[in-house]
């Protein structure tokens, strides 16, 4: 019994140095609440800086994944500038299908934008 008042009295105590602490920290210190924000805002802002050029950067590789794609035959990086969809590969001549990289037939290329399959009538849309 005695050892249980003994532990209640030493946390009411404890609460109570606590309580006194913290009215004393928030009358003394005013100034530091707002001089904590202004010195967080510069670190902010180079982080949203360095956030902003990640995501630049990963629209750079987007673009470039975007806008350059493999020879079906020969592996050579192949970049759309314009034009239809019917590429010719500038190292081994193979015709090929810029959408969906299907090599095409060399007699009649444009075909395969004519036949049933997801690339029909899209020779000449403008897919990147
Ligand atoms: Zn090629
Ligand atoms: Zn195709």
Redesign the pocket.
Known sequence: MASTLISVSLLILRFAGCWIQAVSRSDGEPASGPDYNVAQDPLQMEKDLREKQLFQESLNEVWLKDNSKR??????H?QKIMGCNKMT??????H?CWICLKVLNRTDPYSHFRESNPCNGQLNADIQ
């Not at 020879?71 to 050579?76: A, D, E, M």
């Open positions: 020879c079906p035959s020969c592996g050579t192949i590969c500038f190292s081994c001549q193979t090929f």
